[in-house]
């Protein structure tokens, strides 16, 4: 695969900027004497470059490949080429418009994780009954919910293309191909907004993923800038959880806080908002400071009172 796929890309337009591809996975087809193949490819593009013409590419790809009939000594399916997750199938006409366009039918991905779906060997086999089962499920769902988003009035179908084992035995990822039909003068795919009614770390919409994003607060320069306060939350993989460490007064989870708080410190002081990075505390410590700082305004204030007469 790889040995071909470098034949033909090089005698392509990114021929002289090619770099190699690499297979990076083989999967069942729709049929058993079919199999998929996944293929990442680089070459390199000069910052000022214009990005990449997936449609251009695509056409040459099929014109080396007979119509995406054939690539050496192997028989393709003509439907299942995707360059950069472009796609052409049979054009759709639109009766509603007396010009001769017609809209064309775009495909995206969409590729998630299940925390309650156990992954299983017979999810392996797309001619499984349970395989069967759980892509009718997720195509009806998948459905249901893109009709009712932006895209719901052009949307036609997804179709649950692969059940994979997530990082968790009891996890199940998920890849489906979805479609909608796109008019030749439409904009592109907004894979941002349609996620925005989701809210999972493992959902990718065409590749994109949304991560929460750190600012800078920007205040007018005549106000004084004010403390502002954010939370970072994450799981440690390699830190067994013991009962000491629900006592902020053990020493063990004073030890872990201290080493938090610098690597916490030093990773925030190199980001984008360093230059106003104040430093970072557990919930625990907020409140002991906060006591302290009480404290220490009641004793000033009993000092001056004692002074005073």
Request: hydrophobic share 35%.
């Amino acid at each position: 695969m790889n040995t071909l796929l470098d034949r033909l890309l090089k005698e392509s337009s990114i021929g002289p900027v090619f770099q190699g591809c690499e297979t990076a996975d083989f999967r069942p087809g729709s049929d058993r004497d079919e199999t998929r193949v996944d293929a990442v490819c680089a070459y390199s593009k000069e910052p000022s470059a214009a990005p990449l013409d997936r449609v251009g590419l695509y056409h040459q790809v099929s014109n080396k490949t007979r119509g995406i009939t054939q690539l050496g000594p192997y028989s393709l399916d003509k439907d299942s080429l995707y360059v950069n997750g472009y796609n052409e199938q049979p054009v759709l006409t639109t009766p509603t418009h007396p010009t001769t366009t017609a809209a064309t039918l775009e495909h995206f991905t969409v590729n998630f994780t299940i925390t309650n779906l156990p992954y299983t060997s017979d999810l392996e086999n797309p001619d499984s009954a349970k395989f069967r089962a759980t892509q009718r499920v997720m195509n009806m769902l998948l459905d249901r919910l893109l009709k009712e988003s932006s895209i719901g009035p052009v949307f036609q179908r997804c179709e649950t293309t692969d059940l994979r084992p997530g990082s968790d035995r009891d996890e199940t990822r998920v890849d489906a191909v979805c479609a909608y039909s796109k008019e030749p003068s439409a904009a592109p795919l907004d894979r941002v907004g349609c996620t925005t009614n989701l809210d999972k770390d493992s959902l990718y919409v065409n590749g994109y993923n949304k991560q929460p994003v750190l600012t800078t607060p920007t205040h007018p320069t005549t106000t004084a800038a004010a403390l502002e306060r954010f939370t970072i939350n994450f799981t440690i993989t390699n830190l067994p959880y013991t009962s000491d460490l629900e006592n902020p007064d053990s020493a063990r989870f004073r030890a872990t806080r201290r080493v938090m708080n610098m690597m916490l410190d030093r990773l925030l002081k190199e980001s984008s908002i360093g230059p106003v990075f104040q430093g970072s505390y557990g919930g625990r410590t907020s409140m002991l400071i906060r006591l302290f700082l009480r404290a220490s305004l009641l004793f000033l204030r009993y000092s001056l009172y004692m002074i005073k007469f």
